[in-house]
């Protein structure tokens, strides 16, 4: 599969005069990317560590099909490699497709791959109202660090990759008025009809202040969501609630709690040398309120689908970055679990190395308690972070 990816990547570079007859003004482009990163053995555990490698390709074809519709399609193919086998694995099945359009091959072996179509989708305008059907990308909410009202498909609050969402398979519809206000409706079919997402979306500027609304059901569970984004003076401010009747929380695997918010308040300053900090306090109400509890937490159906990435319930997130020179901009996160005092910390530099190819550097400190030993194989978590080794490596992107 990876094979025909590039072949067919190579035919796609070359037949513009072929697409230019398909499509009009048709648009090739992708990218290819390495992370490589080399990890420290978890406290209490037998592993001495180990290094994996995760290499993408993707590339993308958008173009006008007739009139106002347009074409959005691309494909994507991960090469994993993973040192011990097994430690790393490909991405599970995502609960927001309902076609079954990847194939995987060797999962859980020293070298693995996944390939599929990640967009697939038409789109096209009638006036002040926009449509779109097919796989695509969904992102709400406006707060840059993790979002609550970012629900389909969130990236990680510690992504080291956020250049593109992944793909679900939707049917999305946004009607404009006023100045700047839009009011949508979405219908995510999910891998079975029990995971389907039906949701209403209203946006509106007031007086400098953007207002944010979320309602419907995501994956089985009754949502509301509201938000707002505005400035005190130089100071930018976000705020956002999510509030969930939980599903299945008293079966295994579901939800950890019956009813549960999440909600982010974040503040973004620029200095006068152009170092700009981001810092976010986030209430996890899908997380545990004990470290005991964490590993149920991590099987919840929350976790699982990727509502939510942190184990806990209450965070300060801190993400500040500063450009020292043209090509070169240093950045950093760092996560702080305010119940257990474990914290997560990454230095990072990004390196511009031409046109379209970057390069960062980075590493990953874990402080907090370690994990208590009671038997060979047998822990208990203590806290979020202290149960992680430190990690370091780099991520190359070239774009074409």
């Not at 946006?203 to 995501?218: E, F, K, P, T």
């Not at 705020?239 to 008293?250: I, R, T």
Request: charged share 20%.
């Amino acid at each position: 599969m990876s094979r025909f990816l590039l072949i067919f990547a190579l035919l796609l570079a070359t037949a513009q005069p072929v697409l230019s007859d398909l499509l009009e003004d048709p648009l090739v482009s992708g990218h290819l990317k390495t992370l490589d990163i080399a990890y420290k053995n978890t406290p209490g555990s037998p592993l001495k560590g180990g290094f994996f490698s995760a290499n993408n390709l993707r590339f993308e074809l958008q173009g006008k099909l007739s009139g106002s519709i347009e074409l959005e399609f691309a494909l994507n193919s991960l090469l994993l490699y993973s040192d011990p086998a097994g430690q790393v694995l490909l991405p599970t099945e995502s609960p927001n497709r309902r076609l079954d359009l990847e194939q995987a091959w060797n999962r859980g072996q020293r070298w693995s791959n996944q390939s599929g179509v990640d967009r697939l989708a038409v789109k096209g305008s009638l006036g002040n109202f926009d449509w779109k059907i097919g796989r695509q990308a969904l992102g709400f909410g406006r707060i840059a660090i993790f979002s609550p009202l970012d629900v389909i498909a969130p990236f990680a609050p510690a992504a080291l990759d956020a250049d593109v969402r992944p793909g679900a398979d939707a049917l999305h519809g946004v009607h404009y008025f006023g100045l700047g206000g839009q009011i949508g409706g979405t219908l995510v079919f999910g891998d079975k009809p029990a995971n389907n997402s039906y949701l209403l979306t209203l946006s509106d500027n007031r007086n400098g202040i953007d207002l944010l609304g979320l309602g419907g059901v995501l994956r089985e569970r009754e949502l509301i969501g509201l938000g707002l984004a505005g400035n005190l003076g130089p100071l930018g401010v976000k705020a956002e609630l999510s509030h969930y009747q939980g599903k299945n929380s008293a079966l295994p695997g579901g939800d950890l709690h019956d009813r549960f918010d999440i909600a982010a308040l974040e503040l973004w300053y620029r200095f006068e040398n152009g170092m700009i900090l981001l810092a976010e306090y986030l209430y996890n109400g899908a997380g545990a309120r004990h470290p005991t509890d964490y590993i149920a937490a991590a099987a919840s159906a929350a976790f699982r689908e990727g509502l939510t990435f942190l184990l806990g319930q209450q965070y300060l997130l801190l993400g500040p970055s500063w450009e020292i020179h043209p090509l070169a901009t240093l950045s950093g996160l760092l996560i702080r679990n305010l119940e257990d005092d474990s914290t997560l910390l990454r230095p990072q530099i990004q390196l511009s190395l031409g046109d379209n190819l970057s390069l960062d550097l980075f590493y990953s400190l874990n402080f907090g308690r370690k994990p208590r030993t009671l038997a060979p194989s047998i822990s208990i978590l203590q806290s979020e972070f202290g149960a992680a080794g430190d990690s370091g490596g780099l991520l190359l992107r070239w774009y074409f």
